[in-house]
């Protein structure tokens, strides 16, 4: 069965650097998320994205963030200068369609900030 | 803001019984509800979805959705070990304000004892 990818699993990053989140989204879904989960906490969403552009972000989704599809397969979170609040798991997901069709999720990439 | 509501936990049930777990939600514009199943330290993984005022029913798991209520469950039969994980409720609330985004709830710790 078609899976979402991400790499690295664990990511270990000094506080100020940039770090780049990757994401091999199910080949035929047109939508990608990035969700965040803070050990103890709720998913939350971040982005989403759509034809190429944000089609939603949240609160959360500052300056810092920014998404990228850089091929026909990745997709890619970079956040430009960690701080230590940034330290969660990375989920990437990928739909078919909206509203219907649902979100499945990748193991997620473990980010912690140093 | 949009609010899922769910009993943190941990519902405890012996082997063999049916477990019931429940989501409240607060945006009267839901339209697709989606459940999904958390191990400790693991992505969502989906489980279920409902989309029509009912019972849904796929092998072991029924969900039960009552928009007028704004009442989502999710009943497990059978409860084996390996259905001990946290299990989170996520109405998608429809293109209102725009997006895609799934609301978790902080998800519902179920334990299946022996």
């Known amino acids: 069965e078609p899976e979402v990818t991400q790499t690295p699993s664990h990511q270990v990053t000094q506080m100020g650097q940039e770090v780049i989140l990757r994401c091999v989204p199910i080949s035929n879904h047109l939508y990608f998320y990035w969700y965040r989960q803070i050990l103890g906490q709720k998913v939350e969403f971040l982005v989403s994205f759509y034809n190429n552009e944000i089609s939603e972000k949240s609160e959360i989704f500052d300056d810092q963030f920014s998404v990228e599809r850089p091929d026909g397969s990745n997709f890619t979170l970079k956040i430009r200068s960690t701080k230590l609040e940034d330290s969660a798991m990375y989920f990437c997901a990928s739909s078919r369609g909206q509203g219907n069709q649902p979100q499945h999720f990748g193991d997620g990439t473990r980010l912690s900030i140093l | 803001q949009k609010e899922v509501e769910q009993n943190s936990g941990p519902l405890s049930v012996p082997e063999g019984a049916i477990a019931s777990l429940n989501c409240t939600y607060s945006?009267?514009?839901?339209?697709?509800f989606f459940w999904y199943r958390q191990y400790s330290g693991k992505s969502p993984e989906l489980i279920m979805s409902i989309y029509s005022n009912g019972d849904k029913e796929d092998g072991r798991f029924t969900a039960q959705l009552n928009k007028a209520s704004q009442y989502v469950s999710l009943l497990i039969r059978d409860s084996q070990p390996s259905d001990s994980a946290t299990y989170l409720c996520?109405?998608?609330?429809?293109?209102?304000?725009?997006?895609?985004?799934?609301?978790f709830g902080t998800g519902t710790q179920l334990k299946v004892e022996l």
């Open positions: 945006d009267r514009g839901s339209q697709s």
């Open positions: 996520a109405p998608w609330g429809g293109f209102t304000g725009g997006g895609n985004k799934l609301t």
